[in-house]
Nanobody
Framework: VQLQASGGGLVQPGGSLRLSCAASGFTLDYYAIGWFRQAPGKEREGVSCISTSDGSIYYTDSVKGRFTISRDNAKNTLYLQMNSLKPEDTAVYYC???????????????????????WGKGTLVTVSS
């Protein structure tokens, strides 16, 4: 199982980026899969996740209305479209999957990372003027 994230870069506030996560060794539409981020000096945060059991999607409050998670099953690739980017979105972004279940670990309104068993290398997103 491998995940390869890409698409990060430097963008001005208000700009957009699309992150990609190419999956290999498994079929990503069988399992819970999502995006996390870690800003300098902060804990890793769950950003968005797709539960393939029912197609439900989770977004952390700070990105609702700005970020969109999607997947292309034919390409076995997960995406994160990020619009209206803010400096506080600056972080290393990781894609991850839980191959034990099809449901994202959302507890208490928060996406937890403990259940994810495979992680891609991060891609850096910097939002700055």
């Amino acid at each position: 199982v491998q995940l390869q994230a890409s698409g990060g870069g430097l963008v001005q506030p208000g700009g957009s980026l699309r992150l990609s996560c190419a999956a290999s060794g498994f079929t990503l539409d069988y399992y819970a899969i999502g995006w996390f981020r870690q800003a300098p000096g902060k804990e890793r945060e769950g950003v968005s996740c797709i539960s393939t059991s029912d197609g439900s999607i989770y977004y952390t409050d700070s990105v609702k209305g700005r970020f969109t998670i999607s997947r292309d099953n034919a390409k076995n690739t997960l995406y994160l479209q990020m619009n209206s980017l803010k400096p506080e979105d600056t972080a290393v972004y990781y894609c991850a999957t839980d191959t034990k279940t099809s449901r994202c670990a959302v507890v208490g309104g928060r996406l937890w990372d403990y259940a994810m068993d495979y992680w891609g290398k991060g891609t850096l997103v910097t939002v700055s003027s």
